[in-house]
């Protein structure tokens, strides 16, 4: 038999020189973030909401120079 796939979730690992507490910072302060984050400058910002707190959220959506659009969206819990 196969072992059965969850596509619905995923982990993201990364090692990062520097503590816990700083790292934590990119993910939780959205000026950082987007920093972190902004590796095609020849896409257009569409949205971006940030709410980083339990329940909250964030949204991108870009639009790429061939126009076609991408999304990211996450719920905090």
């Keep these: ?3 059965a796939v969850d596509h619905r979730s995923f982990v993201i690992t ?3 020189p520097g503590s816990p507490v700083h790292a934590f910072r990119f993910w939780a302060e959205h000026a950082l973030k987007r ?3 902004s590796c095609h400058p020849d896409w257009d ?3 971006d909401r940030f709410d980083f707190r ?3 959220g964030e949204t991108l959506r870009w639009r790429m120079p061939d126009g076609t659009e991408q ?3 996450a719920h905090f819990l």
């Design 45 to 47: 910002m569409l949205e």
């Design 54 to 56: 339990r329940d909250g």
């Design 14 to 16: 990364r090692d990062l």
């Design 35 to 37: 920093r972190w984050f």
């Design 1 to 3: 038999m196969g072992v």
């Design 71 to 73: 999304a990211m969206l």
